[in-house]
């Protein structure tokens, strides 16, 4: 089952019209799969392949060869720990120690109600920030055991619908890679990034 | 001012440094409506004439590379926003404060290349970053800048923002256009090269974000004045990310030709804690490792590869004397085990191997024999084991999982060979 709609066909039409070739929009339309079914299903797939022209087989293909389309159930806040040498070299394992312990999901799980996937990943590019994470893939630099705990205790007494990096970036997080800037009031929904047209992006409450 | 070609925007305006209204108001366009009134040609001469060198790692001229183009259409040019490399955080930096420079930089060199449609390809976990460079697009179409007949010069122009989804391979040029394709991100074979066979088989440039935002810069000034700076080899300003045991870890954009401690212990503040430096990592994990005798080497691209190793995507990794030295060459292994595509038998079964045999030194389980399987498995993926490397696989990512072999064995054997006599689990 998938919860594809037919206003969604129509979206599909218009990100598959953003290339030269229908096969390019493989990889938004799995987005959009994801985000109507909460992971990736057998049918979502079945529906990306029919807008984008080729067969189930290989747009299966193309989403196992990517750690970020996950098949299956998928929690509302995915927590992605980075280990790679800047988080390493910063303690990043005690930080992913304290997720495990403050979700009570293992490393590469969905918990049982739903809410959390907690998952190592390979380095997000914020190792000035070291040790970071993501949260729904928004970014929380300057990590420690302790803002770890808060961050995901916090995640799970408000269950708030999306979260927005800079207010996570603003309660939990600490020295960051550089200066961001002004913030983003894009809120993100796991497990699809926040991005334009076929992702989760949403605005802030 | 040298020192600030792609960062002085940002610095000058934090507030608002990403818009479209800060940007012109800053001197942005304005090299765009110059490159509108010159020849295609003259614009890759100035580009040629910079000397500027790729910013993604490879190194490679960018003016030589555009002409390679083959003179077929379609042809495309693919901006690489896959910033993946461990360490490496610049190009975030430019897509999220300032996205404009960007695409002006897209704009002219799409003009330049012949060019009417253009992809930025942003790895998927950079969705603020990739939200800002569509908004900036999205901006810079409504003001006549992107889109049908831009500024009224008959030329036409589309950019797409592609989003990954989690793959560092993706950064290799002509995996990235397997994934724009819709396929895996597998490295393919060259030649044929993307400048004559890239995207959907046309003639294509594949570009990094940092290489493309130096484009306005050189258009205005002109290629002379940008090859003016800096030392032979490495000519203009680069973007250096450090990070691990640094007191200022950050970017840094620099005149290349500093000294590694200048850059280290002057702008990164040095070690925290009143700790030694121990070894870094000078251009990304798939650079092999220096140590404090080299630390007052100038920092070029030409220099760094006369000692062994390269500045790669500008990634300064530092770590100090408490530093567990397979552990921390263990992370780095670990990273390219997960990220290899798996095509090729060495890469794809050799870092597992290599993962496999750090993990089982660092519990305390290592044999003597260990030291020589890891070089072993690393000479079946690059044999010789030198610098450059050779290569037993399609693409690079294999033979960068040896570098932190190759660098602990060089500057540290001593370490691995007492971590396996005294055969106790590494407290890390």
């Not at chain 1, 070291?130 to 408000?158: F, K």
């Not at chain 2, 910013?55 to 993946?84: C, H, M, Q």
Request: with cysteine; proline share 7%.
């Amino acid at each position: 089952m998938t919860a594809w709609t037919a206003e969604m066909d129509a979206r599909a039409a218009g990100i598959v019209a953003r290339y030269p070739d229908p096969r390019s929009a493989v990889m938004p339309l799995l987005y959009m799969a994801m985000l109507a079914d909460g992971g990736l299903t057998d049918d979502g797939m079945r529906k990306v392949a029919e807008r984008a022209g080729v067969s189930p087989a290989q747009v299966r293909a193309v989403a196992s060869f990517y750690t970020m389309y996950k098949e299956g159930e998928v929690g509302r806040y995915v927590i992605s720990v980075c280990q790679s040498i800047s988080c390493h070299l910063l303690d990043s394992s005690a930080v992913a120690a304290a997720a495990v312990e403050a979700t009570g999901v293992p490393i590469g799980e969905t918990g049982p109600d739903g809410s959390f996937t907690v998952e190592t990943v390979e380095c997000i590019g914020a190792c000035g920030g070291a040790p970071a994470i993501q949260v729904n893939y928004e970014m929380v630099e300057g990590l420690d055991p302790d803002r770890m705990r808060s961050l995901c205790e916090w995640l799970g007494s408000e269950q708030p619908e999306a979260v927005n990096g800079d207010e996570l970036q603003e309660r939990f997080g600490g020295r960051r890679s550089f200066d961001w800037g002004p913030s983003d009031p894009t809120t993100a929904v796991g497990p699809v990034p926040a991005f334009g047209p076929y992702g989760s992006a949403g605005e802030g409450p | 001012m040298t020192d600030s070609i792609l960062f002085g925007r940002m610095e000058a305006h934090p507030s608002d440094s990403h818009t479209l209204a800060r940007y012109e108001a800053t001197g942005g366009y304005q090299a765009l409506r110059k490159a509108l009134g010159m020849e295609p040609s003259a614009i890759t001469e100035e580009v040629k004439a910079s000397n500027i060198r790729g910013r993604g790692g490879a190194g490679f001229p960018t003016g030589v590379k555009w002409g390679f183009l083959a003179d077929t259409t379609p042809r495309y040019l693919v901006i690489n926003a896959d910033e993946s490399e461990p360490g490496t955080f610049k190009d975030r930096q430019l897509l999220e404060r300032d996205p404009h420079q960007l695409v002006e930089g897209i704009v002219i060199s799409a003009f330049a290349l012949g060019v009417s449609h253009a992809f930025v390809y942003v790895r998927g976990e950079y969705t603020r970053q990739a939200r800002r460079v569509q908004a900036a697009i999205d901006e810079a179409r409504a003001a006549g800048y992107v889109g049908k007949d831009v500024l009224g010069s008959g030329f036409d122009l589309e950019i797409t923002v592609h989003l990954g989804a989690g793959a560092y391979i993706c950064g290799e040029e002509t995996a990235l256009l397997n994934s724009l394709e819709g396929l895996r991100g597998e490295p393919r074979i060259k030649p044929p090269f993307p400048a004559v066979e890239g995207l959907y088989a046309k003639p294509t440039i594949v570009n990094n974000v940092e290489t493309i935002s130096n484009v306005p810069w050189i258009v205005t000034n002109g290629g002379a004045a940008y090859d003016a700076i800096g030392p032979e080899g490495s000519r203009g300003t680069r973007l250096f990310s450090l990070s691990g045991h640094v007191e200022k870890p950050g970017n840094y954009e620099i005149v290349m030709g500093m000294s590694w401690r200048d850059l280290i212990h002057g702008l990164g503040g040095g070690i925290p804690g009143g700790r030694e430096l121990k070894c870094w990592i000078p251009g990304g994990a798939s650079a092999p490792w220096f140590t404090p005798e080299v630390l007052d080497e100038p920092v070029t691209i030409d220099d760094a590869g006369r000692l062994g190793s390269m500045l790669g995507s500008g990634a300064v990794v530092v770590m100090d004397d408490t530093t567990n030295v397979v552990a921390a060459a263990l992370s780095v292994v670990r990273f390219f085990a997960h990220e290899s595509c798996g095509q090729c038998t060495p890469c794809r079964e050799g870092t597992g191997w290599m993962q496999r045999i750090l993990e089982r030194i660092l519990s305390g389980e290592g044999r003597p024999s260990d030291i020589g399987l890891l070089l072993d498995v690393s000479d079946n993926i690059s044999p010789g084991l030198e610098w450059p490397p050779a290569m037993t696989t399609i693409c690079p990512l294999g033979p960068s999982a040896v570098s932190p072999i190759t660098s602990i064995m060089t500057h540290f054997r001593d370490e691995v060979e007492a971590m396996i006599a005294q055969g106790v689990a590494a407290d890390v």
